[in-house]
């Protein structure tokens, strides 16, 4: 079936350690591809978006990621991350021709001091 | 700008009721607004698509009957849960898509908490 597969659902750093969450698709064609962050008590909030173009996306926060065509992926990075960065992490991608947004699972990151 | 609001933020109803959550737009005009429902520790699942002024476009498995959509207006969509049962209890999410250059971005409402009991 198709979907969208992050490997990592829990993630614990120390502040200052890098950051990269894994995001795989499996839909063919042209997708759009997002990561979201829903921040404790808080609602989704876009990180960033790949549409076309430069395949590295700046994002805000710190946060990039880079789409890879050839492997199917979106991974997110941020080479140091903080304590406020502690939240729940979500890829989605809208596959070519539809308005759909299809979520991973999301992967929890928890930032200690 | 984008702020999307839902109402009521949660709420508990007894087995057989129907309830309403309201998803607005407050800054902008949404042409397209999105129903989700995220169980605990699981992903968003895509309920429902609609537009405004027409019927709404349910995902496979979604009763229809069950969870009735209405978009009347450009900012406002509401989904009513008929009938609830406890398996209905979950976290209820909208988003709202307007037009221009934010035609591809979805902004999302702080959700809805129903427990059904």
């Known amino acids: 079936a198709q979907s969208v597969s992050q490997h990592n659902h829990h993630v614990i750093l120390s502040e200052a350690a890098s950051l990269e969450l894994g995001c795989n698709y499996s839909?063919?064609?042209?997708?759009?591809l997002f990561w979201y962050v829903q921040y404790p008590g808080q609602h989704l909030q876009l990180l960033l978006k790949?549409?076309?173009?430069?395949?590295l996306v700046k994002g805000i926060k710190g946060f990039e990621a880079e789409f890879i065509k050839s492997k199917f992926s979106f991974n997110l990075r941020k080479p140091s991350v903080q304590w406020s960065d502690t939240a729940e992490y979500f890829c989605?991608?809208?596959?070519?021709?539809?308005?759909?947004?299809?979520f991973g699972t999301g992967t929890r990151l928890q930032v200690f001091p | 700008g984008a702020v999307v609001s839902q109402h009521p933020s949660w709420v508990i109803c007894k087995s057989g009721t129907s309830v309403k959550i309201e998803c607005r737009s407050l800054?902008?005009?949404?042409?397209?607004m999105f129903w989700y429902r995220q169980f605990p520790k699981q992903s968003l699942m895509l309920m429902a698509t609609?537009?405004?002024?027409?019927?709404?476009?349910?995902e496979q498995g979604v009763e229809k009957d069950k969870f009735l959509i209405n978009h009347a207006s450009l900012t406002l969509s509401t989904l009513t849960v008929t009938s609830a049962h406890p398996e209905d209890s979950s976290f209820y999410i909208c988003?709202?898509?307007?037009?221009?250059?934010?035609?591809?971005?979805?902004?999302f409402g702080p959700g809805t908490r129903l427990t059904v009991l």
């Open positions: 839909y063919g064609g042209t997708v759009n």
């Open positions: 988003s709202a898509r307007g037009g221009g250059r934010s035609y591809n971005e979805q902004f």
């Open positions: 800054d902008f005009q949404a042409t397209t």
């Open positions: 989605a991608v809208t596959p070519g021709g539809t308005d759909k947004l299809i």
């Open positions: 790949y549409f076309s173009g430069d395949p």
């Open positions: 609609s537009n405004e002024g027409s019927k709404a476009t349910y």
